[in-house]
């Protein structure tokens, strides 16, 4: 049972980036998937969320308008497309997995996650 994030790496500010969590193992038709991040000295924080059937979604205020979260539930895939990027957008990304939870609680991190991937860096710099 795994999360492979990919996508990742070095991108010049107001640039674009499309990140993939694919997991293996298991079928991710139940579960809230979320995206979240951790720079460097700071917390991991909640960036984007989505339901199982992907009809409800949540994004940190400091990314909306910028980053859009999707899902393909046959391909056990869900992406964030990451835009006008930002040198604090610099962090190393997560995508993790939960039942039973609303996208609003999942990405407020109060709540134990079912599975996490490795992460994967993403760098915004000139």
């Known amino acids: 049972l795994q999360l492979v994030e990919s996508g990742g790496g070095l991108v010049q500010p107001g640039g674009s980036l499309r990140l993939s969590c694919v997991a293996s193992g298991f079928t991710t038709d139940y579960y809230a998937i979320g995206w979240f991040r951790q720079a460097p000295g700071k917390e991991r924080e909640g960036v984007s969320c989505i339901s199982s059937i992907g009809d409800s979604t949540n994004y940190a205020d400091s990314v909306k308008g910028r980053f859009i979260i999707s899902r393909d539930n046959a391909k056990n895939t869900v992406y964030l497309q990451m835009n006008s990027l930002k040198p604090e957008d610099t962090a190393v990304y997560y995508c993790?997995?939960?039942?039973?939870?609303?996208?609003?609680?999942?990405?407020?991190?109060?709540?134990?996650?079912?599975?996490w991937g490795k992460g994967i860096l993403v760098t915004v710099s000139n």
């Open positions: 993790a997995v939960a039942r039973l939870i609303t996208v609003q609680a999942m990405c407020s991190m109060r709540f134990d996650m079912d599975f």
